[in-house]
């Protein structure tokens, strides 16, 4: 039997990403997020220009990585003091230690409140959060939380900004995801357009029979003006 390595590398596309086995059965990247990091890419590719995006919760900087990539200036923020350098050690396999990224250790709530005082938009934000609930019992409590999330991430949105977000949990259905999206939007007097929706990569197969592989659901919006 084959001993598993403590660390080891992988690539995609360009990018290149240390991985390595932790004692909360993760190992430090999400696969099946890496299509959406290629749309992420085309939008930013087709701008033509430098847009300043915020990737909350963003883990070891997959989506972070993919942006900058593509020419956007990144700001990265997560709790985890030790996944946000994580990303830098991606960052620099990935020959993008030298682009515009700010990599910030911080509670994203928090994070996200000082934004809105300061003042500060983006021309697009990424929520990916880890699920906010594990079980239907907290079913309720989580929805409050992706409402108040979002309610703030729209508030540093200009119009023609974007809001790419996500959802891991099995508990709540893309009906219930978009609905409580449309909820915040009500609630800020934000309009948005759905411009597409997410899932997971083809490699992370959904089994009717088995509906928690069905747990990764997304839409990214665009702001537009209000009514």
């Given at each position: 039997n084959k001993q598993i390595p403590d660390e080891w590398q992988i690539r995609y596309r360009e990018l290149v990403f240390n991985v390595r086995p932790t004692g909360f059965k993760h190992t430090g990247i999400f696969p099946e997020q890496a299509t959406n990091w290629d749309e992420y890419a085309k939008m930013i590719a087709?701008?033509?220009?430098?847009?300043?995006?915020l990737n909350l919760f963003g883990y070891t900087g997959g989506a972070t990585l993919a942006c900058a990539a593509a020419g956007a200036k990144v700001c990265h923020v997560d709790a985890?003091?030790?996944v946000v350098a994580w990303g830098k050690e991606n960052a620099q396999l990935s020959g993008l230690a030298d682009k515009p990224i700010r990599w910030i250790v911080d509670d994203c709530i928090k994070f996200v409140q000082r934004e809105i005082r300061r003042g500060n938009?983006?021309?697009?934000?990424?929520l990916d959060p880890p699920s906010f609930t594990r079980n239907k019992k907290s079913l309720n409590g989580a929805l409050r939380g992706y409402k108040e999330i979002h309610l703030r991430a729209m508030q540093m949105l200009p119009v023609g900004g974007m809001l790419s977000s996500f959802s891991c949990s099995h508990h709540i259905s893309s009906t219930l995801f978009r609905q409580t999206i449309c909820e915040a939007a009500v609630d800020g007097h934000s309009t948005l357009r759905l411009v597409a929706t997410h899932g997971q990569s083809p490699d992370h197969p959904v089994l009717l029979n088995i509906p928690e592989t069905e747990y990764l659901k997304g839409f990214t919006f665009e702001m537009v003006p209000g009514r």
């Open positions: 087709k701008e033509g220009r430098e847009l300043n995006i985890s003091k030790g938009k983006y021309d697009g934000i990424i």
